[in-house]
């Protein structure tokens, strides 16, 4: 454990270790956080008030390949270079499951603004599947969900997190991804693969639809 007075979680310290920062730099990198939450300007605002030095430190820290050109970022992307390297406090303002960090975007399913208990949901249908098989199923759901385009906003509408995850559009959900995996199987049988979606699928949607049967005004706080 690095000795260093900081309020990074656990998993925050574990990936700036990954990204090659020493000790001094996550130290700094926590103080520039605890600086921001601080600040009462914009997020925009306080990275153009930082030095070279600090805003590399940032870059650094996000491990982003470019430099950070304040002017160029949205207020999403300004606000996610100042969050927990763990993802735990990603904004997504626009809603629309593409998470911008500076200048770069990510696909998220779930999608950053939904309940609590919608990610318990889905980690727990996909817990045991490596990292790429997850991020293939997570791709397949967030077009269902938003329609795909990563260099703008979701071809859908997006709606907002209180709306996509109540009932009605949970099970519009559920029934778009059995009736493409229906699709899918006609096509080419019971693959490997979606076997696995099914087994996804009839995890992830029981639990959902579950949690808002037990609990229908669930908080969207995290």
Known sequence: ??????????????????RDLNETEISSFADILKQAKEDSNTPKAFLKSLTTDELQLVKKANSLASTISVDSLSAEGAQNLLSQPDGSDLVDLNNDGIVEIGESRSIHFPPVNAPLHVKTAWN?????LDWAEKARIELTLHSMAYGFNING???????APEEQWNKTNIDALSEYAYS??????????????????????DKF????????ASSPERSFVE
């Open 180 to 201: 493409n995996l229906e699709f899918r199987v006609n096509l080419e049988g019971w693959s490997d693969y979606n076997k696995q979606l099914n087994d996804v699928y």
């Open 1 to 18: 454990m690095l000795n260093i007075d900081t309020k990074l979680s656990v998993s925050s310290l574990n990936k700036l270790q990954i």
């Open 153 to 159: 906003s979701g071809t859908k509408e997006a709606l």
């Open 124 to 128: 727990k249908a996909t817990e045991g």
């Open 205 to 212: 949607f029981t639990s959902v639809l579950q949690g808002v």
